[in-house]
Structure formats: C-alpha cells, structure tokens
C-alpha cells in the first residue's frame, strides 16, 4: 500500500521540477493551440474578393444566430456578401459555419484573445474578417 | 373507379388517373421532375419509373401510365432505386453544381432528389455547359446551363399560358430550351414558366440573390389588382414583400398568375408611399399628426355636410369591410352621395345585368369555362384586363376543343388561339355584333324563348341588326355571324365573357344587356356548365356591387358627384384610394371638379395627381398590409391577409374610415375584420359565411351556378359608326391594371410609358417607326405619345391604354368610346 502511495507522489512531485510544468507564464508565454482550435474566424480572401459566395449556409446553420448576411450582386454579376458580421458576443465557437461552408471561404484560426472594452468591438465586419 | 395495389395498399382510383396521380393522392411518395398537376403527363424525366407486375421486365413511368384493374405496382426496390440513382447521375453530368449561388438553392427539385438518392459520386463523365444567360429582358432570368429538359415551361407557356414562347432545339446533349432564334425572351412575362422550373435555370431577375427559400415567411393572400382574384403567395424577408410565389396545390385559379400578379408587386416597398398625412398649409402640404389631420377631416366633412353637402367617392380596392365601413361613415356623416369608381362607369354589372337577369354578378365559376364548348369573348382585350381567366379560356380550347369566338374591334391573344374565330368588327361596334347574333338566333328560330319577357319588343328593336346590315355596317362577314350564332346556340355548354373597368365607361351597360340577351336567347344564364361572366377590374369591384356601395336613392353617383363639384354644388369630397384625374373619362372635367370643391380629403398610397390637389391626404395601407376580404369577379370571397407592416405611419383604410367615424360621432366600433365581416353577413345574406371557415378556396356566394332572378330581355341601342381616316380606342394594356401598376417596378420595366398602338400598313403610310413620337389630335386635344406598331390592330385604328396619367388618355376621352383623329409625326 505504501508503495502504491509513493508511486503516486513521485508522480506529483515530478510535476514540482521546472521542466515539467504544464501551465505558462502567461501573458509573457503563450501557448501555440492545436491545428483543430476553434478561435477567431477569418474569411478566406480570393485575389480580388472573398471567396464567400454568400449562400447563406453558416447563418442558417449556426445555432447561436450570431451570423448576419446579406448579398448582392457585384459589377461582374457574382453573388457576394455585401454584409457579413460576426457577433462574437453571441458566438458559440462551435465551427458548425466552418463545417457548413460549400467553398471553404470560412475558417477558423488560433487567435483566442478576444477579450475588449467596448461591446461594439465584437462586432466582427466583413473587414475585420478578412484580415 | 379502377382497384389496384400500390405497395400492398389497396386502393381505388377514378379510371383517367395515373399510377402517379393514384399513390400521391393515398400518401405514397413516388419522385418526380417533370410532372406538374396542372400540366398534361409528359414523362420526360424518368425519376418517376415504378415496378408493375403485370409489365415485368422494364420499369414503367408511373406519371404516364394509366392504372388499370388489378394492376400491381411497387414503388421501390433496389433496382428501382439503382435505375432512379443512374438518371440523376446522367442528370448531373451536364448540370453545373453552382447550388450555392444559384436561388433555387433550398427549394430545387434536383438538389432534393440528390439528397434522397445519396447521389454523391459520379460514375460518369461529361462536358458541363457553358452556355450565356440569357439577359436579354428585365424580369426573367434564364440559365439553361441549369436546365433539365424536363420541359415543364415549354408546356405551360403553350398548355396555360398560350403564348408559346419556349421549344426545345438541338438534338442529343446539345439539346436545350430555346426561343425564337434563340434571341432570348421576348413574351408577356406572366413569369408561369419560373413557378414550374424545378431547377434554377428560370429565376426572377428582381428577386436575384435577395434570399434564400427558407428565409422567406410566406402568407397567402389574394392579388390586389384585378378581379381575377388569384392566390399569390407573399415571400416576406424582413417585413418587406420581396417576391411573389405561387400556389399551386390549394390556391384559387391552380397557382396561375400574370405579370401584374407576378412581378407587380414593389409598389408595396415603394419609396413613394406616403408615410405621414399632409394638410394643405398656405399653398402646401405639410406633413402633420394623425390628431389633427382627422381631426381637420372631420371638421371639414361636417361643415360641408351642413353646407351644400359632401361626397364620398371610393376605388374598388378595398376590403369589403372596409367599405362597409365607408358606407357607414356615409350614413354617420348624413349623406347619400357615395361612390365607387366603378358605380357610374360600370353601368354594365349596376344597371344592365339588373335589368335583365336582375343578378349582379357573373353566373358561373371560372373553372366551369374549361369544360365549355363554346366560349364568346367580348372584345380582345378581355385577356389584358383578366389575364388568369384568359388562361382558362386557352385551356378550354386546348385540351377541350372549345371553339373561341372572338366579338372585337382588334386583334389580340385570344385571336390568335387555335382555331379562334374573330369577328372583327370596326373599333366600337361590338354591340351591333352581339345584336347581330341575338337576330340571327331569333330569325332562324335558335333562340330559346320560353319564359322571356320583352321579347316583342326586342324583335322590333333588332329589326335593324340583320346579319347583312350588321355586315356592311361592322365589316364583320354575315355568314361567319349566322355559323358563329349557330355554334353558341347548339352549344352543350358555353360561356360569355365581357369584362368592365374604368376604360370601357361608354355603351358598358348597353354591352352588358347585349350580352345578358344573348345569354337568356341561347339559354346559357343559369345553365349547369355554362354562364355569362362580368369580370370587373379591380380586385374587390364585385364586393363594391354586392355590398351596394352605390348612392342613395337621392344621392349622387361619381360622375353626379363630380359634375355637381365642378358646378360649386358640391362642399367636399372624400376620394378613397382612387386617382380619378388619371383614370377617369373626361379629365378637364375631374380637374375642375376637384379644384372647384371648396374642401377634399384624399386616402391613397402615393401623392397622386388627385392628392396634390387636396386639402387633406391620408396615408393608407395596400393590400399586403392589410386583412379583410375581397370578392373575385366569380363571386368568390376570399380572405385577405397582412403580411408586412405599413410604411411609417400609413393605416388600413378600414383603420382610417373607423377613427373618422369616431370622431364624426358614430356609434359603431369593431374589433377587427371578422366582426365586421359578420355584420355584413346581416345586411347581405349572401355574404352570411363564418369568416374564419373561408378557405384557401375561398366561398362563393350564391353556389357555382348563380340562378338569374329575372328573365327579362332589353334594348341595347347601338351606337352610330364613327367615321374618320383614323379612329382611337382605349382600354387596358395586358401588364398594366388600373394607375397602381405604373408604381411598380416589374410591369414598368417590360411598358415603361404610355404609346399608342397602330397597324404596320398604317405605319408605313405615315412612315413611322416602331419608338417614334406621333401627335394624335383629335377632340380638341393633342396628345405626344410613342408609337408601337404590330399586327393586331386593322388598319385605321389606334389604341393608347388608359394607365399612365401622364398620356393624358383621358383628356381626350370624354364619354365616348370611339374618337376620330388625325395622327402625324
């Protein structure tokens, strides 16, 4: 019995040693998130446009109704968000847009530091998007 | 009644349905394409093929095949799915999968047939199309590298619609739908095309890229122009009307629709629409509080009322009860001068159809038409002013073999239908044909006399209506008279149509006694199958007659009204959502009239020419924005239903007429449109229905067969020829109805301002081109309008539609229905 303790404490205590620590100095040491972390969106820039087609998928799809769409047509006659926000406020981080997206013009990057002053600042713009 | 086993199901069937017709109809689901309830079987797709026992060995197309006793049929198998699942292979080969920016998205037969079958890989390869769209015209957008030969528009154009725009050119994988030299679409953009294509390769262009099916919150309602009263359905995004689509499984007239129905619809969001109502201030109108603008209104009515008197003059737009309403406000007010718009002109349906059948309405249901034998269309432009109906007639001589005959001073359409026979006569005289063949009838001993009174004194009127002197007077061919006579009278089955509106003031109550003595000669009032149909013009004109929304007995009517404003005898007019200086015969007489009264209130959408001229505007609701009903032109109640909100601070009619009558003193309130469709029901029996048991069908008072009162036969005196080199007519354009359409977007962009029609030989005289100015003067007045030059006028005669207040129609025309006048360049 006292072995079984002993192996479990030598386990913790190795933790103790620097080397073996799994939290970070943060906000002087960030972490690199996984390939698969769901953070801030980004829409997918094409050479003159978004890729976005405006099919109205992710709004439909999402099940926190923070997507807002709205599409026109361009001078070349393509359909095209004229409108696209985001509102991170409401937003679930579910992926389910990205997951919905017929021509892979949504993704979902690794930034997480999302928090802001102003409720207005959350409020993702086909601009802010892009970028 | 045939039995037959689908998927184990027993089931009974009548013996002319199809094997798909048959499981639909008992709940089992077989896919389709090419299959449209109200087209004829096709079987163009093969999605729909099934398994019979008694045809093994190859699979059969269910929506082709008749049942037949005993027969056993399986709906799905594993082969059947295989065979289904290869045809949308061979369908996608070809069929660009642009699903995220095509419109159809969400609502697209394919795409859902896709999803079914787990269609997700593609044994077979091909070229995809790269063919141009077609961007030709303002309203339909055609992509037919989306298209699936299924051939649904082809055949409606030609089954329904009779146009015929469509066929399908090439041959093998070149195959495509094509117009005439493939040119693009050139047609009467009734849009029924775009409601059968079951991919996106027929869109509406003023709908590209708005939203997505799903989006939209649909609400059935009926059509707020003319008195076809078909069902459209409208596709609300945001409470904004931003398309139109139809109704083909439960709505009124299958679904059909025509231009003004289809894309006729933006005037609703126009930014034009009054918001806020204006008193005249000074020499201005100035935007104020409903407080005080009803307040200035009830004052003003009161004073008038206590003066020389006041007039209420009402459009036939409203709900019937709304002008229930009106005629309340009426009697609350004190006065007997009340009017529609259509009381004075339409003498056809108020005086002519009383006095002879003593009915005021239609006595048939239009679906009766099909089934005719024989169908008397009065004047071409029966299918401009009740385009839906015209439908019906086609397919009445289409799928019936109905003989059309066309009583007109023009061509048209319904000329141009198969085997139509057209009894041109000269521009006007359509009622020395009608009494040319109430004589024929009589003299050849056709006519069916038993139980007529009058029919002495009819005889001796008709004595001068032979069949050769109606010739040499209406160039109509005597023999072609006496045949066409003869086809009414052996008719099984036959229907008359003569449509009335604002246009055809002149001689309408004099056609209309014609007409109910043709069909009292003939015996076609009041028969099983047949009838005499008054289609009024606007989309409540029969629940304005029915509720007698008329003058008093010592009242005046709307042109007594008027004359007696532009005398000074008149204190104020009420004018409720109507433009009578743009549409009203004799337009001089309406402006002074107007600018003669000391005091007038004007209730409409938009600053019309009328509102500028008032002392009070109220801004009021259309009819997307209101509940309520209206009366079709076949008696049919049916139930109107708000879909958007108003613009601003816009109201019903009904909301409006009720706080006047509050402030006026009136005793009576409701709570809404079903308490006063219930008292309605007490002062017209007729209408004594439950509203809330008004179906999508809606109800049609008096029965499918409305049995004429009175059989009583009448004078209709003809009017003498008009002479002249030229002669000009009016009357309605096909993809205009009344003055509210020329605010929208849809008919505007096909007949954008006014023209006058004219004959290519007469075009050449003059050396006019189609799109050149002419100057058409002729009673006093001068009129610049653009020339359109076709076939369908004979030489001679000119047409310029009524609607666009800007023509100036209507100054010309005072009360007669044919001017003669000299036209140049």
């Known amino acids: 019995m006292f072995l079984a303790i002993a192996k479990g404490l030598s386990i913790t205590f190795k933790h103790v040693f620097p080397g073996n620590s799994t939290t970070v100095q943060y906000p002087a040491v960030k972490l690199t998130p996984s390939d698969r972390f769901r953070g801030l969106h980004r829409l997918v820039p094409e050479q003159d446009r978004e890729k976005c087609v405006a099919c109205y998928l992710c709004p439909t799809v999402c099940p926190a109704k923070c997507i807002t769409v709205e599409s026109a047509e361009n001078e070349k006659g393509e359909k095209y968000p004229k409108v696209y926000t985001i509102d991170l406020l409401r937003c679930i981080f579910c992926g389910y847009c990205v997951e919905a997206c017929p021509v892979e013009a949504i993704e979902m990057t690794d930034a997480y530091e999302l928090a802001n002053f102003n409720r207005e600042d959350f409020e993702f713009t086909k601009e802010r998007l892009l970028k | 009644m045939v039995n037959l086993t689908i998927d184990g199901k027993q089931i009974t069937v009548p013996k002319n349905a199809t094997i798909y017709e048959a499981a639909r109809d008992n709940g089992i689901h077989i896919p389709v394409l090419c299959y449209a309830k109200k087209l004829l079987p096709y079987g163009a797709c093969r999605i729909c093929l099934v398994e019979v026992e008694q045809m093994k060995g190859r699979l059969i197309p269910s929506c082709t095949t008749p049942v037949t006793e005993g027969m056993v049929v399986t709906t799905t198998s594993e082969e059947i799915v295989k065979v289904r699942k290869t045809v949308l292979e061979f369908l996608l080969v070809n069929h660009v999968i642009d699903c995220p920016v095509c419109d159809k998205g969400g609502e697209c037969d394919l795409q859902d047939l896709t999803y079914e079958y787990e269609v997700v890989t593609n044994r077979f390869e091909g070229e995809k199309f790269d063919l141009p769209t077609d961007e030709v015209n303002p309203l339909i957008e055609r992509n037919m590298n989306r298209c699936v030969l299924c051939g649904k528009c082809v055949r409606v154009c030609d089954e329904v619609v009779g146009y015929g725009s469509y066929s399908f050119i090439n041959r093998g994988f070149e195959t495509k739908i094509a117009t005439a030299f493939d040119r693009g679409l050139h047609c009467e953009f009734c849009g029924q095309c775009v409601s059968m294509c079951p991919v996106g390769a027929l869109l509406p262009r003023p709908f590209k890229f708005k939203a997505r099916p799903w989006q939209l919150n649909e609400v059935d309602t009926v059509c707020g122009y003319c008195g076809n009263g078909c069902t459209v359905t409208l596709g609300i995004l945001d409470k904004k009307v931003e398309t139109i689509r139809f109704n083909d499984k439960i709505g009124v007239n299958d679904g059909n629709l025509c231009i003004r129905g289809r894309f006729g619809y933006s005037y609703v969001n126009s930014d034009d629409r009054l918001t806020k109502p204006l008193v005249r201030k000074g020499n201005q109108l100035v935007e104020t509080e409903w407080d005080e603008a009803l ?32 005629k309340n406000l009426a009697k609350t007010l004190g006065t007997g001068n009340l009017d529609h718009s259509g009381g004075e002109c339409y003498k056809g349906v108020t005086e002519g159809l009383l006095e002879t059948l003593g009915v005021q309405a239609s006595t048939g249901t239009f679906p009766q038409i099909e089934n005719t034998d024989v169908v008397l269309a009065i004047r071409n432009d029966f299918y401009d002013t009740h385009p839906v109906v015209g439908m019906v007639i086609n397919q009445a001589v289409r799928r019936n073999n109905a003989q059309l005959l066309v009583v007109s001073g023009k061509g048209g359409k319904l000329s141009k239908l198969p085997r139509a026979k057209t009894l041109l006569s000269g521009p006007g005289l359509e009622l020395d044909v009608l009494n040319g063949l109430c004589q024929v009838l009589l003299e050849e001993g056709l006519a069916k006399t038993d139980g007529l009174e009058g029919l002495v004194a009819l005889k001796q009127s008709l004595a001068e209506f032979t069949a050769d002197k109606v010739a040499t007077k209406t160039g109509v061919d005597a023999d072609a008279l006496r045949e066409a006579a003869r086809q009414l009278a052996g008719a099984g089955n036959a229907a008359i149509m003569l ?30 199958g047949s009838g005499i149909y008054l289609c009024g013009e606007k989309a409540n004109s029969q629940g304005a007659i029915d509720l007698g929304l008329l003058p008093a007995a010592d009242g005046l009517g709307a042109q007594a009204m008027l004359d007696a404003a532009a005398g000074g005898k008149l204190d104020a007019l009420y004018v409720v959502g109507e433009d009578p200086v743009a549409s009203f015969p004799d337009r001089d007489k309406v402006e002074k009239a107007l600018e003669q009264v000391p005091f007038l209130v004007v209730q409409d959408l938009f600053l ?34 708000a879909g958007v909100p108003s613009p601003g601070e816009a109201k019903t009619d009904g909301e409006i007429i009720a706080a006047l009558d509050a402030q006026l003193g009136g005793s009576l309130a409701f709570t809404g449109p079903e308490a006063i469709f219930a008292e309605i029901g007490k002062d017209v029996p007729a209408y004594a229905v439950n509203y809330t048991e008004i179906g999508p069908q809606g109800v049609v008072w008096g029965g499918e067969i409305l049995q004429p009162v009175a059989r009583k036969l009448g004078e209709a005196v003809a009017a003498p020829m008009v002479e002249g080199a030229y002669r000009l007519v009016t009357g309605s354009a096909l993809h205009h109805s009344g003055t509210t359409s020329t605010h929208a977007k849809g008919p505007l962009a096909v007949v954008p301002e006014p023209f006058v029609e004219m004959s290519r030989a007469d075009a050449a005289t003059l050396g006019v081109k189609e799109g050149d100015l002419v100057k058409v003067a002729g009673n006093g007045v001068e009129l610049k309008l653009k020339a359109k030059v076709d076939l369908r006028m004979p030489q001679g005669v000119l047409f310029a539609p009524y609607h666009f207040k800007e023509s100036g129609v209507n100054r010309m025309f005072k009360t007669e229905s044919v001017i003669s006048v000299t036209i140049s360049k």
């Open chain 2, 499 to 528: 449509a009335y509106g604002l246009p055809y003031t002149p001689l309408s109550k004099e056609l209309a006694v014609a007409a109910a003595n043709l069909s009292l000669l003939t015996g076609i009032a009041g028969r099983e």
């Open chain 2, 295 to 326: 307040q200035v209104v009830a004052d003003g009515l009161k004073k008038a009322q206590d003066g020389k008197g006041a007039g209420i003059l009402s459009g036939a737009r409203l709900t019937n009860e709304e002008m229930f309403l009106l």
């Open chain 2, 608 to 641: 019309s020419s009328t509102a500028a001229k008032a002392n009070v505007v109220l801004p009021a609701a259309s009819f997307a924005e209101k509940d309520g009903t209206f009366t079709n032109a076949e008696r049919r109640i049916q139930r109107v239903r």
